[in-house]
């Protein structure tokens, strides 16, 4: 058997760690978290052994979940995915993460990731009248780059009806995991004031942008909610040269100065360690680093945010947050392809990469071997 292959708990017994005081923990790394797809009713027992065997023990204290639209909503029935959770199992993962002290945090794809390749989701199958680009059409099958620079389709923020609509789901589905923060996600906008809609055509993409997370963030401020998002909308793609990914080619990038401090950024990036958290925290924003898959980075990227929170000033150091590695494979994928199917060797997987980035957060605290004093 690999060291890899071995459950942590019994890895970190074997190389004489002691399980570290709670409070030293959160102050080096105050969030330990994990996002992940919310997983289809036939991997659920095998996601909470998760929750219990790995979660738990590495000392993840924050689970994003990306529900979307996998839950049996009462609310907006025609929005539900084929055998979606039902509330009692829903009820499950939030038992499991209660027992060890772990938040949820529910994210649906709000403003963009409205489409995937050849798929519709389901807010624009159902209320076309929603989309940003009706004129464009959903291909046979999807390539990139494409005459209607079509990534994934939006909704249009400033439709008169949508927010009563993605509002009432946002509620009930913070109800239902009892959570005090919603993650809205928001990445990856590539559709927004276009030209051809009627209500956005030659409006600022920035203040467009802002709009919709100030839109957003107040209806949670109604029930002591706080919002939380993707990044890289807010970071300039040209001058900083990250790119069209993981930050903006359309200008959404100077909506960073037009939307409340109290917003918590999922800053990340998969290819190089970009220390871009520090320009968050700057202007007055709490801050995560999210790695993927790259094992490498996730260790630098822990040991960058641990350094932020021990050098910064009294006023900046809170809002270096800690770490989140994405999963971005269905639940039931990862479980079967990268966690119970581990090789002996690393990989470029989200597995390995969680594996490296959580062992280092626990090698930041003062561990001794068992038996020492």
Known sequence: MSRTSLPVALLLTLFGWNAVAQGNLDEVMPVRGFCIAAPKAKALDAFIAFIHDELAPRRVNTLILRVDFNYQFESHPELRDADALSKEQAKRIVAACRDHGIRVIPQINLLGHQSWAETLHNLLRVYPDFDETPH??????????????????????LHPQVHA?????????????????F???????????????????????????????????DHLALKGRILWIWGDRLLDGKTTGLGIWEASYNNTHRAIDMIPKDVMICDWHYERPDQTAV??????????TCPWRNSKNAVLQVRDMAKFRQSATKEMKERFQGMVQTVWSAADRFLENEYKGQASEPRENSWDCFKAMSL?????????PLGSE
Do not use: T
């Open 136 to 157: 464009v059409k959903m291909p046979v099958k999807h390539q990139w780059p494409n005459p209607d620079g079509l990534y994934c389709k939006s909704y249009c923020p």
């Open 165 to 181: 609509v993605v509002f009432s789901l946002v509620d009930e589905i913070c109800d239902v995991f009892e959570a005090d923060a």
């Open 183 to 217: 993650h809205a996600g928001m990445d990856e906008v590539f559709y927004i004031g276009d030209d051809k809609c009627p209500r956005c055509s030659g409006r600022d993409k920035a203040e467009l942008f802002a709009g919709e997370v100030r839109s957003i963030r």
């Open 279 to 288: 320009y968050f925290a700057m202007k007055g924003f709490k801050v995560v």
């Open 360 to 368: 280092e957060i626990l090698q930041l605290i003062d561990a001794k």
